[in-house]
């Protein structure tokens, strides 16, 4: 298990599955991935990009927050019939870290653009859904918000955060805000309108960048029109971060899951930093 301490604040990757997938679903192509010359072993294999399906706990302060938990695979989570196999095997991963999901009070969104294991279905609740940590409350931004009740249709993401803004469980901050006294939020725009970053440390030492690099080779491909509608803003905020040695911390990378960018190469810290 990675694990992350800044300050007073830890951060801890709890891991369900590492794949090795195409590239397509990352806006990548197979020579895109093979250009990369720090790609191989740990972010690819061959032509293929390294992803994983994990959860990054946030702990500090008497709380335990959850960033962006296992998005993007909304097709394998909620297939009705396997359902709660994997259900009960994320409850397992976080025992196994030595985390109830029972004590995870809030879960942190960057951006709304799955489910994942945020939610799961609930027959016995009046709109269907319910929070997949049982105490928690979700947060989004002000402008994912917004972007969801402008866009809202008629997938699986649509009915499940339909039914918990219905449901009051929805709570939204604002550019700038601190979630955590030192975890502060930071409004990007850049893959989607509602899109933001989360930065730990005062000043910054680590950074949850959302879908900004969906896989750390992004760090190096350029602007990926395929992935952010603001493609150019997104390829300068990453490049910004190669300055100050901040750790970065993806929701979809691959074990470790999170690494230091210098602006030529990518690399994966240690289990434990």
Do not use: K
């Not at 998005?71 to 709660?84: F, K, S, V």
């Not at 901050?173 to 893959?191: C, K, N, Q, Y």
């Not at 509602?194 to 959302?210: E, K, L, R, T, Y």
């Amino acid at each position: 298990m990675t694990t992350i301490r800044v300050g007073d604040i830890t951060l801890s990757r709890v891991l369900y599955v590492d794949a090795a997938i195409d590239p397509d679903p990352t806006g990548l192509t197979p020579d895109e991935v093979r250009s990369v010359a720090w790609a191989e072993p740990q972010w690819a294999e061959g032509d293929q990009v390294r992803a994983a399906a994990c959860a990054w706990v946030v702990q500090g302060g008497g709380r335990t927050l959850v960033v962006d938990p296992a998005g993007n695979i909304d097709d394998i989570l909620h297939d009705p019939a396997t359902t709660a196999d994997h259900q009960q095997a994320f409850i397992d991963a976080f025992a196994r870290a030595g985390i109830d999901v029972d004590v995870v009070d809030t879960v942190l969104l960057s951006h709304i653009e799955s489910v994942g294991i945020t939610a799961v279905r609930d027959a016995e609740r009046s709109h269907g859904w319910r929070p997949f940590f049982p105490n928690s409350r979700i947060a989004i931004s002000e402008q994912a918000r917004r972007h969801f009740d402008d866009e809202r249709g008629d997938d699986i993401v649509s009915e499940a955060f339909g039914a918990l803004f219905a449901d009051g469980l929805i709570d939204t901050f604002s550019d700038g805000d601190a979630i955590l006294p030192r975890l502060r939020v930071e409004w990007t725009g850049a893959h989607n309108p509602g899109h933001v970053a989360f930065h730990v440390g005062d000043p910054v030492q680590a950074s949850f960048v959302g879908h900004l690099a969906v896989t750390p080779l992004h760090l190096a491909t350029g602007p990926c029109v395929q992935q952010h509608p603001d493609p150019q803003r997104a390829w300068d905020w990453l490049q910004s971060t190669a300055a100050d040695g901040r750790q970065l911390i993806g929701p979809l990378w691959p074990s470790p899951g999170a690494g230091r960018w210098d602006g030529a190469s990518f690399t994966g810290i240690d289990a434990a930093t």
